[in-house]
């Protein structure tokens, strides 16, 4: 399985920004995605999942601000991220899973500026 995230950039607190991952390969042994990011200095943590059967979890951090969704047809998973605060800066990393291994897309950068 291969993994090709997009969709981040520069923004100023407050605002919004949407990232895209792209599975391509064999993607219907796929049975949960996610994103993580790994701010400046620090490990990479999780921050949103979704999980075979429906199963959405969020960082404490995120709730009510981020979104995950996916467009099975389009094998994409999204994060919506609104209400951006500069402590959301970081790398994000798109991850899937199947029954063998974890996979990880290269990361987007997201900048949040004061």
């Known amino acids: 399985v291969q993994l090709q995230a997009s969709g981040g950039g520069l923004v100023q607190a407050g605002g919004s920004l949407r990232l895209s991952c792209v599975a391509s390969g064999n993607v219907f042994r796929v049975n949960r995605m996610g994103w993580y990011r790994q701010p400046p200095g620090n490990q990479r943590e999780f921050v949103a999942s979704w999980i075979s059967g429906g199963n959405i979890n969020y960082a404490d951090s995120v709730k009510a601000r981020f979104t995950i969704s996916r467009d099975d047809a389009k094998n994409t998973v999204y994060l919506q991220m609104n209400s951006l605060k500069p402590e959301d800066t970081g790398l994000y990393y798109c991850?899937?899973?199947?029954?063998?291994?974890?996979?990880w897309g290269q990361g987007t950068q997201v900048t949040v500026s004061s």
């Open positions: 991850g899937a899973g199947d029954s063998a291994r974890n996979y």
